[in-house]
C-alpha cells in the first residue's frame, strides 16, 4: 500500500494480480488529491490516510480497473466506506455528482496510459 501522486495503467495491471479481480482498491483524499492504493481492503488505504494527516470527511473509496482505462467504467464507486449518513451518502456509492466529478479529475489527473 502506498500513496501515489501519479501511476500509470501498467502499474495498475500489476497491483491488479494481487487482488481476486483484475482491479486495484483505492481511496482518495478529495482535498489534499493523493490517493492510496494497492491495499487489500478500502478500510486500510482509508487508515493510512487518516494517520497521515487526511480528515475522514475528505476520503471516498473507489475501484480503478485497469483494463477499462479511457472508459467510463474505468472507475467505480462502491465502498463501504462511502457509507456516511452525515455527510447524506448513503449507499456504498459517490451520491453526490460534484464529489464524483472531482474523484474523476484527480484520478485523470494521477493515472497516466505510460
Known amino acids: 500500500m502506498k500513496i501515489v501522486n501519479e501511476a500509470s495503467v501498467s ?16 481511496v482518495i483524499d478529495v482535498r489534499r488529491r493523493i490517493i492510496a492504493i494497492d491495499g487489500g481492503l478500502h478500510a486500510d488505504e482509508e487508515l493510512y490516510l487518516l494517520l497521515g494527516g487526511s480528515e475522514q ?12 482505462y479511457g472508459s467510463d467504467s474505468f472507475i467505480e464507486f462502491d465502498s463501504m466506506i462511502n457509507m456516511r449518513p ?15 466529478e472531482l474523484i474523476k479529475e484527480i484520478v485523470g489527473g494521477i493515472v497516466h496510459a505510460g
Do not use: C, H, T
Not at 15 to 22: F, I, L, Q, T
Open 86 to 100: 452525515d455527510l447524506n451518502n448513503f449507499s456504498r456509492s459517490v451520491d453526490d455528482e460534484k464529489i464524483r
Open 57 to 68: 470527511k475528505d476520503l471516498w473509496g473507489i475501484n480503478l480497473w485497469p483494463s477499462r
Open 11 to 26: 502499474e495498475l495491471e500489476q497491483m491488479s494480480k494481487n487482488m481476486y479481480e483484475p482491479m486495484v482498491k483505492a
